[in-house]
C-alpha cells in the first residue's frame, strides 16, 4: 500500500504561483498507471484537476485549469508536483493526489491511495 503527503499549499494572491508536491512512501508511483489531482472546496464536490500517466509522462486536465496548471513527476523522488500559475479566488480548495491503476478516470471513485490534502487558498 502507498502512502501518499501532499504539500506546498498556502495562501496566494490572484496571480500568483503556487507548487504543490505528492510525494509516495511504502511502493512507487510506477506500481500505478496514474497519479490524479484532485481539489474540493468547501461545500462542494471532490473535483478532478488532471492527472499523469506515470509510464510515458503524459498528462491530462480539466477545462477549468488548463492552460494554468502543469503536472510533472520525478522519478528519483517518487514524486509527483502541480504546478499552479494564474490562480483565481475559484482555485481555493483543499488538493489531494490519488493513484489509480485504469486510465483517463476522471472521477474520484476512480482512484485509491489518497493523500491527506493540502490547503490553497487564493485571495482577490
Known amino acids: 500500500q502507498v502512502q501518499l503527503v501532499e504539500s506546498g499549499g498556502g495562501l496566494v494572491q490572484a496571480g500568483g504561483s503556487l507548487r504543490l508536491s505528492c510525494a509516495a512512501s511504502?511502493?512507487?508511483?510506477?506500481?500505478?498507471?496514474?497519479v490524479g489531482w484532485f481539489r474540493q472546496a468547501p461545500g462542494k464536490e471532490r473535483e478532478f484537476v488532471g492527472a499523469?500517466?506515470?509510464?510515458?509522462?503524459?498528462?491530462y486536465y480539466s477545462d477549468s485549469v488548463k492552460g494554468r496548471f502543469t503536472i510533472s513527476r520525478d522519478n528519483a523522488k517518487n514524486t509527483v508536483y502541480l504546478q499552479m500559475n494564474s490562480l483565481k479566488p475559484e482555485d481555493t480548495a483543499v488538493y489531494f493526489c490519488?493513484?489509480?491503476?485504469?486510465?483517463?478516470?476522471?472521477?474520484?471513485?476512480?482512484?485509491?491511495?489518497w493523500g491527506q490534502g493540502t490547503q490553497v487558498t487564493v485571495s482577490s
Open positions: 499523469i500517466i506515470w509510464s510515458d509522462g503524459r498528462t
Open positions: 511504502g511502493r512507487t508511483f510506477s506500481s500505478y498507471a496514474m
Open positions: 490519488a493513484t489509480t491503476t485504469g486510465y483517463y478516470y476522471t472521477a474520484p471513485n476512480g482512484y485509491k491511495n
